[in-house]
C-alpha cells in the first residue's frame, strides 16, 4: 500500500518542466487524433462521391480502406492521449 502512495504522491509533485513537457504530448497527441479524424471524413466524402458517379468498385475499396485506416490511427492516437 504504501508503493501506490508514494507513486501517486511522486506522480503529484512533478516539476514545472515535466508537466509541462506531459502537457504538451497530451496536445499533440490530440490534435493528431483530430487531424486523422478529417482525414478520414475527407476519404468517407471521396468514397461516397466516387459511388454517386459509378466509379469502378475497387476505387470505392479504396477509399473506404483509406478511410478505416485513418479511423483506426484516429482512436489510437486519442487512446495514446488518455494513457499519459
Known sequence: MSTT???????QQQSGFRRLWRVLR???HELV??????????????????????VA???IG?????ALLFVFFAVTSFRRARRI
Not at 33 to 54: C, E, H, P, S, V
Request: hydrophobic letters at 70%; zero cysteines; charged letters at 10%.
Open 33 to 54: 487524433g483530430a487531424l486523422f479524424a478529417i482525414l478520414a471524413l475527407a476519404w468517407f466524402n471521396a468514397a461516397f462521391r466516387a459511388w454517386t458517379r459509378d
Open 57 to 59: 468498385r475497387w476505387l
Open 26 to 28: 497530451q496536445l499533440f
Open 5 to 11: 502512495a508514494s507513486a501517486a504522491s511522486a506522480s
Open 62 to 66: 479504396i477509399a473506404v480502406s483509406m
